[in-house]
């Protein structure tokens, strides 16, 4: 196995599990919203750019219909670059409230490149997998 696909697939593991902690939907409280992971397989786009559809790691819409409520982007160390500042966090954030996920310690290299690119997020948060805990998730 290559690094790069054991990187994708940690990447697509963090997906799942943050759409499941973080995005539990529907439920109790909010039975009228629903998560859509787009990873591995994209199921709904939030909109286009230049002709390309848009599909965020995990997009938050109210039924019926699909309002757009949130959405969110999984990064990994390798994904924190200029092409993925402007190609997707860009145009996804002038479609509706992103947040985007990074590995713990990229805060300041996001933040940069959020600023490089004049990018408004909802907010950043970050990620890493503890052994014995899981999945562990924090606001930046």
Not at 22 to 41: A, G, L, Q, R, S
Not at 51 to 70: A, E, H, N, T, Y
Not at 75 to 87: F, G, K, R, S, V
Request: net charge neutral; hydrophobic share 40%.
């Amino acid at each position: 196995m290559t690094a790069k696909y054991l990187s994708q697939l940690r990447r697509e593991g963090a997906i799942a599990e943050i759409a499941k902690v973080k995005f539990p939907f529907p439920e109790p409280e909010h039975p009228d919203f629903e998560t859509i992971v787009n990873v591995p397989k994209p199921r709904m786009a939030v909109g286009e750019d230049g002709g390309k559809d848009l599909f965020p790691d995990i997009v938050v819409v109210r039924r019926p219909g699909q309002w757009l409520l949130m959405m969110a982007e999984v990064e990994t160390p390798d994904t924190l670059t200029d092409e993925t500042a402007l190609n997707d966090w860009l145009p996804m954030s002038k479609v509706g409230e992103l947040f985007v996920y990074v590995p713990t310690g990229h805060v300041p290299e996001t933040r940069a490149l959020l600023k490089k690119h004049k990018i408004k997020v909802a907010g950043i948060r970050t990620w890493r997998f503890r052994p014995v805990w899981g999945l562990d998730v924090a606001e930046a």
